[in-house]
């Protein structure tokens, strides 16, 4: 069983990421494949959360290998995700959280838009699909210039 993407990730319980194709997950450096638990949950537009951890037939996970990575050279594999299907969701529980990684924003996620309008934009969401186009609007596919101009049309229905 896999995921259906686009992904939501939601990892350290409070950055979000949007992994658009498995294809993103490809390619990681050797220290990504000894992490067993990158602290991640992932949404899908089905209804289900996501674990999962790289695999890579090229790399063996041994003491030498691991100092290496840690310290002379971390090399990148050709890897490939292993999902764990860890639940469901409802669209509801993916805003609350989005809406809390806001809260914890150290400048990412509001890097062109204020924490309050993104979060007015999320909690107006009915679907995945919406909030996925939410997240792209104002953090993943940016247009500052788009989004310089409705600030500007905001402040000047607000004059």
């Known amino acids: 069983m896999k995921p ?4 939501i990730d939601i990892y ?4 979000v990421d949007l992994i658009p194709t498995e294809e993103n997950l490809s390619k990681a450096p050797a220290t990504e494949l000894l992490i067993k ?11 289900n959360i996501w674990k999962y951890y790289l695999k890579s037939d090229l790399f063996e996970d041994t003491v030498v290998n691991r100092v290496v990575a840690h310290t002379l050279y971390n090399p990148e594999f050709e890897v490939e995700p292993v999902w764990e299907h860890a639940g469901e969701y409802h669209i509801e529980d993916i805003k609350e959280e989005i809406q809390r990684c806001i809260d914890y924003d150290e400048g990412i996620i509001t890097q062109y838009e204020d924490a309050d309008i993104i979060k007015k934009e999320i909690a107006i969401c009915f679907s995945f699909a919406d909030v996925v186009n939410v ?3 104002y953090v993943f596919d940016a247009r500052p ?5 409705e600030q500007k049309r905001r402040e000047e229905a607000n004059d």
């Open 145 to 149: 210039d788009e989004i310089l101009a």
């Open 37 to 47: 638990d990158n602290h991640s949950l992932l949404y899908d537009g089905q209804g």
């Open 12 to 15: 350290d319980s409070y950055h």
């Open 135 to 137: 997240l792209n609007k």
């Open 4 to 7: 259906v993407f686009p992904l």
